[in-house]
């Protein structure tokens, strides 16, 4: 069964940092390219940012470019997300997810974790 | 970026009842949309992927249909677990985006 559970969130101020963890299970993690996908209170779902199997390669949106960081550690099958220069606008639930590709083009999610709450607020 | 418009954003429905979730997209998306649910408190699920594909696991009453920029998540007969929020997704240009969410609930 696979399983994602992520760690980590928690309440912080503007402007600071925070990293986020998954601990994936239940898949061979090293096959899959892994994102992370929010969701602001009472809003939608927003993708945030994927990585390849081997880290190569990292994808964001403009809105968290330059700010947010993904990585991987297939040793330890975990996924994170640092978080830096947070703003009050990415308070949200983070999921970790599991991402299908078309080729070594991202698709969808396939599988997701529960999600962990970050909130950005003095 | 791609704007997917979803609609309704709220549906009210009973038990048995046939219903469609729509979602429309800025341009053409050559069929590389997804269905998720989500409960209160839980992850999103996968439910339809690429346009008319069943995950696996998920009851053979939900089906997808669409093209171009016009797409729709039919449920056939609508069971007690199946209230919740629902989420189209296309993955055909990134960045990847979603659409807003169409709410069911039990009338």
């Known amino acids: 069964e696979v399983q994602l559970v992520e760690s980590g969130g928690g309440l912080v101020q503007p402007g600071r940092s925070l990293k986020l963890s998954c601990a994936a299970s239940g898949f061979t993690f090293s096959n899959y390219y892994m994102a992370w996908v929010r969701q602001a209170p009472k809003k939608g779902l927003e993708w945030v940012a994927t990585?390849?199997?081997?880290?190569?390669?990292?994808y964001y949106p403009d809105s968290v470019k330059g700010r947010f960081t993904i990585s991987r550690d297939n040793a330890k099958s975990s996924l994170y997300l640092q978080m830096n220069s947070l703003k009050s606008e990415d308070t949200a639930t983070y999921y970790c997810?599991?991402?299908?590709?078309?080729?070594?083009?991202?698709?969808?999610?396939?599988?997701w974790g529960q999600g962990v709450m970050v909130t950005v607020s003095s | 970026d791609i704007q997917m418009t979803q609609s309704p954003s709220l549906l009210s429905a009973s038990v048995g009842d046939r219903v469609t979730i729509n979602c429309k997209a800025s341009q053409n998306i050559n069929k590389y949309l997804n269905w998720y649910q989500q409960k209160l408190g839980e992850a999103p699920k996968l439910l339809i992927y690429n346009t008319n594909n069943l995950q696996t696991g998920i009851p053979s009453r939900f089906s997808g249909s669409g093209s171009g920029t016009d797409y729709t998540l039919t449920i056939s007969s609508l069971q007690p677990e199946d209230f919740g929020t629902y989420f189209c997704f296309q993955h055909n240009s990134w960045p990847g985006t979603f659409g807003a969410g169409t709410k069911l609930e039990l009338k």
């Open positions: 997810a599991r991402q299908r590709t078309m080729g070594i083009t991202p698709s969808y999610f396939d599988y």
């Open positions: 990585i390849s199997t081997s880290g190569s390669r990292t």
